[in-house]
């Protein structure tokens, strides 16, 4: 069982950045596959990005060339740089962590809230 926990949300300005860090226990970290999703209010539970053990990212269209997924191995940690803000990114922000052999993030954090004023 992996333990996520999310910090570093806030409210920002349009335009404005945050930085969303996740750090991960009880798991061979490096082994996961890590994810940001994203909740807005009356909406579905959406894939921001996505990062393999590898280094692999991958982006959701809306954010691309605005947020960076990264990870660091030996902090156990995963982050979301969110540059460019807009009110639409609005959301509470989860981690998630997809162990090997697993089709699913199946792992989560608790959220973290994501304010974005116009």
């Known amino acids: 069982q992996v333990r996520l926990v999310e910090s570093g949300g806030g409210l920002v300005q349009a335009g404005g950045s945050l930085r969303l860090s996740c750090s991960a226990s009880g798991t061979f970290f490096s082994a996961n596959a890590m994810a940001w999703y994203r909740q807005a209010p009356g909406r579905l539970r959406e894939l921001v990005a996505s990062?393999?053990?590898?280094?692999?990212?991958n982006y959701v269209d809306a954010v691309k060339g605005r947020f960076t997924i990264s990870r660091d191995n030996a902090k156990a940690t995963v982050y979301l740089q969110m540059n460019s803000l807009k009110p639409e990114d609005t959301a509470v922000y989860y981690c998630a962590a997809r162990r090997p052999g697993s089709l699913n993030f199946d792992n989560w954090g608790q959220g973290t809230q994501v304010t974005v004023s116009a």
């Open positions: 990062i393999t053990s590898g280094g692999s990212t």
